[in-house]
Nanobody, 115 residues
Framework: QVQLVESGGGLVQAGGSLRLSCAAF????????MGWYRQAPGKQRELVAA???????NYVNSVEGRFTISRDNGANTMYLQMNGLRPEDTAVYYC?????????WGQGTQVTVSS
């Protein structure tokens, strides 16, 4: 059963911007802290941004000041505004709960940043 659908990725030049969206299906979304994860080729999946139910956000150092996470609990949707993109941001981006529960991953959305 599909519970998470990511969209908004694409190919962008270094310094460009993208806005990712995460659509959650089910009433569980508004009760869970959420996060954006990414997995680059040959690397482990990592959490890059998190947001609590109440809207408090946290970021990994490498994206602090460039990425902004937000959520709309009424629309069961979460966003990631990415500015100042760098080639090292190239990865498949996923959304899921924080901490991870036994909730299936979506298909992710590919972000490719060219130099």
């Amino acid at each position: 059963q599909v519970q998470l659908v990511e969209s908004g990725g694409g190919l962008v030049q270094a310094g460009g911007s993208l806005r990712l969206s995460c659509a959650a299906f089910g009433t569980w979304f508004k009760f869970n802290d959420m996060g954006w994860y990414r997995q680059a080729p040959g690397k482990q999946r990592e959490l890059v941004a998190a947001i609590t139910v109440g809207g408090t956000s946290n970021y990994v150092n490498s994206v602090e000041g460039r990425f902004t996470i937000s959520r709309d609990n009424g629309a069961n949707t979460m966003y990631l505004q990415m500015n100042g993109l760098r080639p090292e941001d190239t990865a498949v981006y996923y959304c899921n709960t924080v901490p991870l529960e036994n909730r299936p991953w979506g298909q992710g959305t590919q972000v490719t940043v060219s130099s």
